[in-house]
């Protein structure tokens, strides 16, 4: 085999184990990214519940208070008699 020989079989071989490293790479840094989204969306979830329960447990705060206080519907712009 000629030296031009050897180092085009040399060349396209690194070639194309560095290509199959790149691409192995790639795919476990988008597979992370892609985890990394997923805990995010369990995370934005988690706080939607925490927030929705909050606002659950004031709306039954405030049906109680309604109960045992008498409260008027206030108007915006009229001055209290």
Avoid: C, N
Avoid at 10 to 20: E, I, K, P, R
């Amino acid at each position: 085999m000629s030296r031009a020989s050897k180092l085009t079989l040399l060349g396209t071989s690194l070639f194309a184990a560095g290509t199959v490293t790149f691409v192995h790479w790639q795919q476990r840094s988008e597979k992370e990214a892609m985890h990394q989204g997923v805990i995010r969306d369990m995370e934005q979830q988690r706080v939607k519940r925490e927030r929705q329960l909050d606002f659950d447990m004031q709306r039954e705060l405030e049906a109680e208070y309604k109960k045992v206080q008498s409260v008027r519907e206030s108007r915006t712009g009229e001055a209290p008699p």
